[in-house]
């Protein structure tokens, strides 16, 4: 394996597009975006065709008048962006409203709902000014207790997040869960949280990215960056067939950020899996078999949480994290055990045939909170990223953030004061999968029994 690369290189394969049910659904980009070739200078560098480095781009060229460019490895939007759940929600940070206020102050724990409630927002904002056809399902999500003891928990939640918020979220009994919505083996009750909707991840980004070019935004696909340093006052960052000189630069790689391209921010990012199956369409019968009718999103309790929704065309996508082998074996093991999940909460669903399956690299940090901040004392080189695999809404906040910070402009919404700056280096790097592995038997322990 490369030095400092924590997965089998294959998850870094960026070659071709990630074979998926959005790849098979979305229409083309339809702009350009020709590999860097030659040497090239603009104003601000972004490193990575995601939600993250196209807002950042979109909002640099829009509002600020910035010559940007994208470049990304593979095809624009085909990290996570282009590939993940679609659930664009609350949630990317690995610690509840309470606990974020136990640690920061309920003040803190507030602004970071606030801005989180901001970034759903902007992505529908976008979507509207730019034109983008999200195929938007559904409104709010359920976070399903996938045992007893873990209603008792979404109570908590639901108290803490009124006395943090002022919102009130209705707790469903099992049965007015399955009376209204679905019916699922394990779940005994759900938290209704009002914020939130699915799209279709893989238009979106093409949607961001097609806007940021018709905003003079320059994107370059296919053009790994290789070597980032330091020349005069800003940064060279050098690829396969050229060079660019920019005075700033925007690290926008999320988990698929590879280990040496900056000493400060190596160690500091934690990747992890997310795996997700889609079905066939299941006709209205089937549907009615597990008393699901609307196209709802779903989450579970557990720390290794399944995440499920119904698409449009009536196909089910069932979505979880956890796995620490990316090798393309395991990946046919974590398929089937998907499949074994599925048919344990939906039986009617059993031996439904399974059309597309893929995964991708979610990102953690060692504080569990997004991260955005400079990575040099110059304030020339940026990080936006740290999602925890909820970053549809809050890449795109915050690529809009980092927009304006490389702008010298003022800040669009206010973060939280932990969130502000890089992230933390992790307290043995080089040990990080051996804790995640350590973290998940914990977790699942914890899942099974609490
Ligand atoms: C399977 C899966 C399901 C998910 N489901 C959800 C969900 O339902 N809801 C939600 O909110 N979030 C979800 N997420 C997380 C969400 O997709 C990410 O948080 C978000 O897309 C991050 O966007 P990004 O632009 O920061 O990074 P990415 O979209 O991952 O983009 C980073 C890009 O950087 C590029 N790159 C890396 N190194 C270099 C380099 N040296 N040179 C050039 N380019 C480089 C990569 O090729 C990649 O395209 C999911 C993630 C996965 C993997």
Redesign the pocket.
């Known amino acids: 394996m490369p030095r400092g690369q924590l997965y089998h290189p294959s998850i870094h394969d ?1 070659r071709a597009p990630v074979s998926s049910y959005w790849e098979a659904t979305a229409p083309p980009l339809g702009v350009a975006a020709a590999p860097l070739d030659g040497e090239r200078r603009c104003e601000v560098a972004i ?8 807002s950042a781009a979109l909002h640099l060229a829009r509002e600020h008048g910035i010559d940007c460019a994208v ?4 095809p624009i ?13 609350l ?2 940070g690995k610690r509840s409203l309470g606990e974020l206020a136990r640690r920061y102050g309920a003040e803190e724990a507030r602004r970071f709902h606030q801005l989180q409630r901001a970034a759903i927002a902007l992505v529908e904002d976008l979507a509207r000014d730019e034109g983008i056809d999200l195929e938007a399902t559904g409104r709010g999500e359920l976070l399903v207790a996938h045992r007893p003891a873990r209603l008792a928990a979404l109570r908590r939640q639901a108290d803490e997040t009124e006395a943090i918020t002022g919102e009130r979220w209705p707790l469903l009994s099992r049965a007015e869960l399955q009376e209204r919505h679905v019916r699922m083996e394990e779940a005994a009750g759900a938290l209704a949280v009002p914020h939130g909707f699915g799209l279709h ?1 893989l238009r979106f ?1 093409r949607g961001l990215a097609a806007a940021a070019a018709r905003h003079d935004a320059i994107l370059h696909s296919g ?4 070597e980032l340093r330091r020349e005069g006052d800003g940064y060279r960052l050098r690829t396969a067939r050229g060079s660019l000189r920019a005075r700033r630069v925007l690290i ?7 280990e040496g ?1 900056t000493r400060r921010l190596d160690g500091c990012l934690l990747p992890a899996l ?3 199956v889609v079905t066939r369409p299941l006709s209205a019968a089937e549907r009615a078999a597990q008393g699901w009718r609307a196209p709802l999103l779903l989450a579970d309790t557990r720390t290794l949480l399944f ?1 499920i929704r119904l698409l449009r065309d009536g196909r089910l996508l069932f ?1 979880a994290r956890g796995g620490t082998d990316a090798a393309p074996a395991a990946f046919a093991r974590r398929i089937a055990w998907m499949r074994r999940r599925l048919a344990g909460r939906f039986p009617a669903w059993a031996g439904v045939e399974v059309d597309h399956a ?6 953690l940090a060692y504080d569990r909170v997004p991260h955005l901040g400079p990575l040099d004392e110059g304030r020339a080189l940026w990080f ?2 740290a ?1 925890h ?7 795109t906040a915050l690529g809009r953030v980092a927009a304006a910070r490389l702008a010298g402009a003022r800040d669009p919404f206010p973060l939280p004061g932990f969130m502000d700056g890089a992230p933390p280096r992790f307290p043995l790097p080089s040990l990080r999968l051996l804790g995640l592995r350590a973290g998940y038997i914990a977790a699942q322990i914890g899942d099974a029994c609490l």
């Open positions: 960026h490193v990575g065709g995601g939600y993250t480095g196209l470049l990304e490895a593979g939007g085909w990290g996570a962006s282009g590939r993940n759940g679609g659930f664009c929600v949630g990317s991840p980004v053009t790994d960056v290789v926008a790689t999320n988990g698929f950020y590879r391209l997310s795996s997700i995440y979505g893929w995964w991708g690299l979610v990102c936006a990223g999602y695999g909820g970053g549809v809404a809050m890449a």
